[in-house]
T-cell receptor, first 113, second 111 residues
């Protein structure tokens, strides 16, 4: 069981470039989430998904898009990166029942210059 | 949106001392989770509290949920260097078990 994995681990982009972050989970979880964490701050929810083919906006969705074509994968896209999107991005998943604890991936450190 | 404040923002203790972080909400919470994030790591789930006045223990860690369900605390007895990290409270808000993370308390423990 790998749990939640994220690729890539690090990335440097120039302003205006695009990229996709991939999150994969092998726990058959229904819910998946994308967060960003800025230095010295808590995590803020970008987008989330309650199941395959469905996505919804979180607290800070502007500048990001997501897709969940398969239950185990949740993709986060930046169409035109901006320096304000420099952050650490965490993906998480949880089951629909039980304790609702979220399992986090190791994170992707993104720098936009 | 809902805001959850944690105090203190940072605490530095000597190994063996106790540590407490407090989580305060302006609104009544249905439940609250606690997570620990080691430096350079990702958040790891510690516990969930649901009932008013609930107290749960995990070895040296004691978690409390206030009677009015507007605040919560985490107390660590006799800290160890392995306790270093940032502790976040996070109530579940809305649907899909979404979490609103608190501002976090960073704990530093020295020998």
């Amino acid at each position: 069981n790998a749990g939640v994995t994220q690729t890539p681990k690090f990335r440097v982009l120039k302003t205006g470039q695009s990229m996709t972050l991939l999150c994969a989970q092998d726990m058959n979880h229904e819910y998946m989430y994308w967060y960003r964490q800025d230095p010295g701050m808590g995590l803020r929810l970008i987008h989330y998904s309650v199941g395959e083919g469905t996505t919804a906006k979180g607290e800070v969705p502007d500048g990001y898009n997501v897709s969940r074509l398969k239950k185990q994968n949740f993709l986060l896209g930046l169409e035109s990166a901006a320096p304000s999107q420099t952050s650490v991005y965490f993906c998480a998943s949880s089951t629909r029942a039980g304790s609702y604890e979220q399992y986090f991936g190791p994170g992707t450190r993104l720098t936009v210059t | 949106g809902q805001q959850v404040m944690q105090i203190p923002q940072y605490q530095h203790v000597q190994e063996g001392e106790d540590f407490t972080t407090y989580c305060n909400s302006s609104t009544t919470l249905s439940n609250i989770q606690w997570y620990k994030q080691r430096p350079g790591g990702h958040p790891v789930f510690l516990i969930q509290l649901v009932k008013s006045g609930e107290v749960k223990k995990q070895k040296r860690l004691t978690f409390q949920f206030g009677e009015a369900k507007k605040n919560s605390s985490l107390h660590i007895t006799a800290t160890q260097t392995t306790d270093v990290g940032t502790y976040f409270c996070a109530p579940i808000t809305g649907t899909a078990s979404k979490l609103t993370f608190g501002t976090g308390t960073r704990l530093q423990v020295t020998l």
